[in-house]
T-cell receptor, first 115, second 114 residues
């Protein structure tokens, strides 16, 4: 089974801090994704990556950046955390490449609170 | 653009009741369709999928049929259990320009009471 591991289940940070959320997958997947999930808004895509050092903006990239230096790891960075970034963050991966219509596999999420 | 619409929740049922969660989509071509489930405090898990018209996906007693003519992918289960209480997401993978991205519905919360 695919395993997507997010480094923290719960995280509390202060306004203005630089915050790193880490995600690791163990199935050699090419695609990786970061979402945030808020009540009533469903899942919203922040950034995704289809290869090492490659990234593309999703629907709500403002205030976030990402890093993918190794294939298995995809980091989400909040450059200067603000209270409106309090949310559940979900990482996902999928096979990518020439394989069409592959499902995404999700981690358990990080519940981030910015005080 | 492509989109997914799910029935609003919460849906509240008694144990052993029949479940239907409606999902309709707008897309060009022939997208693949998925249902995901999210149990409290966890991430999303793939429940079932269908990749072409008239395909039926099934898993853990849940079923959904890809209906091209009605652009629907409704989730059904004949007899729900308390352990089925969760949030259910319908999603599609666009037919063209495959980037691996999925488009999700808003999610439907299911509460099953004993």
């Amino acid at each position: 089974d695919v395993k997507v591991t997010q480094s923290s289940r719960y995280l509390v940070k202060r306004t203005g801090e630089k915050v790193f959320l880490e995600c690791v997958q163990d199935m050699d997947h090419e695609n990786m994704f970061w979402y945030r999930q808020d009540p009533g808004l469903g899942l919203r895509l922040i950034y995704f990556s289809y290869d090492v050092k490659m990234k593309e903006k999703g629907d709500i990239p403002e205030g976030y950046s990402v890093s993918r230096e190794k294939k298995e790891r995809f980091s989400l960075i909040l450059e200067s955390a603000s209270t409106n970034q309090t949310s559940m963050y979900l990482c996902a991966s999928s096979l990518g490449g020439a394989a069409p219509n592959q499902p995404q596999h999700f981690g358990d999420g990080t519940r981030l609170s910015i005080l | 653009g492509d989109s997914v619409t799910q029935m609003e929740g919460p849906v509240t049922l008694s144990e052993e009741a029949f479940l239907t969660i409606n999902c309709t989509y707008t897309a060009t071509g022939y997208p693949s369709l998925f249902w995901y489930v999210q149990y409290p405090g966890e991430g999303l898990q793939l429940l079932l999928k269908a990749t072409k018209a008239d395909d039926k996906g099934s898993n853990k007693g849940f079923e959904a049929t890809y209906r091209k003519e009605t652009t629907s992918f409704h989730l059904e289960k004949g007899s729900v259990q308390v352990s089925d209480s969760a949030v259910y997401f319908c999603a599609l993978s666009p037919f063209s320009g495959n980037t691996g991205k999925l488009i999700f519905g808003q999610g439907t919360t299911l509460q099953v009471k004993p």
